[in-house]
């Protein structure tokens, strides 16, 4: 039996790669240490999805580790001996960064940095794969003359039609402290892939998101406003009228790459991972996917002031993707997720 193991186990992420891979008929070695709660209080609390993963798939085995434990990553990496890493753990909130930047950095960047020696010293043939993050590219896309839609904002150029590609430059712009961290842990992800020819890939995630994401105000953006639409609950919308875009993925199609990756791996790749532009949708536009839905109007109230940083308008290019792994495309719509977060949420309240 193959072995995987997955940091951040218990997150939206992690927790979709563990669930699909224990289909496949792999032992799932998940790390996590509900850090989420540390990070966002309550609301943020994954231990119910480290509890679903324990009672409901078999061969899966938890491991309460902090990644930023550079011993304990070693000795774990070394014991369990896998045969693929899946890193999505992280501190993973662009705005709560600056509030905590010593926690930010040394989890991002140190502890993606320890997961990349450790499997360096146990293999240099294990496939790596590591949950980055479009906030790499800064404020850059922000530069990209825009269309101002009734509803949206949508890049003007031509030669951006598609998305935001992989060769879209990354520095001389602004991006948050926690988009400085992740750029760190980008590059080294690349720099072991070229430097030791290990087989390393960074997914430059758009909006990921689907049913098992504990979302909140600062991080989940899907996630988050289904909840507050469901709980009849004031939305706070940041700058740019409401009509910044983003691409929406559904963990289970992030998963399926993940998958197509590891069985034909290749040396420090980079990949957009995002919903694509037929996923995209503004902050406006899913307040009225959501009412739909449920019924409810949705209540929120305007800032004018945008968060540091953000994207008016981000969209993957996928065409890279689908060039190496023709085998990969989008399954789930972006109707299909909205729904599926709406009933997640619907039975988590009913159950709590």
């Known amino acids: ?31 996590d240490n509900n850090q989420r709660a540390v990070f966002f209080g309550e609301n943020g609390d994954t231990r119910w999805n480290q509890n679903r993963l324990q009672t409901s798939l078999a061969h899966f085995h938890h491991h309460e580790l902090d990644i930023r434990d550079r011993q304990g990553v070693i000795d774990l990496i070394a014991q369990i001996a896998p045969d693929a890493i899946v890193h999505t753990a992280a501190q993973p909130s662009h705005d709560r960064a600056a509030a905590i930047p010593f926690e930010d950095f040394d989890t991002n960047a140190v502890g993606t940095f320890n997961l990349l020696e450790a499997t360096r010293r146990y293999s240099t043939q294990v496939p790596f794969v590591h949950m980055s993050t479009n906030k790499v590219y800064g404020d850059a896309p922000n530069e990209i003359e825009m269309a101002e839609l009734a509803t949206r904002w949508d890049y003007a150029d031509k030669a951006y039609e598609h998305g935001i590609p992989e060769s879209f430059r990354i520095d001389q712009c602004k991006h948050s402290l926690f988009g400085s961290s992740k750029v760190s842990a980008d590059i080294s992800v690349q720099e072991y892939g070229r430097y030791f020819n290990m087989p390393t890939c960074v997914l430059r995630g758009g909006c990921l998101t689907g049913p098992s994401h504990s979302g909140v105000e600062l991080h989940g953006f899907l996630s988050y406003l289904v909840k507050c639409n469901l709980e009849e609950k004031e939305y706070t919308v940041f700058g740019y009228k409401g009509k910044q875009v983003r691409d929406n993925i559904h963990s289970y199609d992030v998963a399926r790459f993940i998958e197509e990756f590891i069985n034909a791996p290749r040396i420090a790749e980079v990949y957009n991972l995002g919903g694509g532009k037929d996923n995209t949708c503004s902050v406006l536009e899913a307040f009225d996917i959501i009412s739909k839905i449920s019924g409810k109007p949705m209540k929120y109230k305007y800032d004018e002031t945008n968060r540091i940083g953000d994207h008016i308008c981000y969209y993957s290019d996928l065409r890279k993707m689908k ?13 299909t997720t909205f729904e599926e977060i709406y009933a997640a949420w619907v039975n988590r309240e009913s159950n709590s």
């Open 1 to 31: 039996m193959k072995k995987l193991l997955v940091t951040g186990s218990s997150g939206l992420i992690g927790s979709e790669v563990c669930v699909h891979f224990s289909k496949l008929g792999w032992e799932i070695h998940g790390v």
């Open 323 to 335: 060039a190496h792994y023709p085998n990969w495309d989008i399954t789930k719509s972006l109707q």
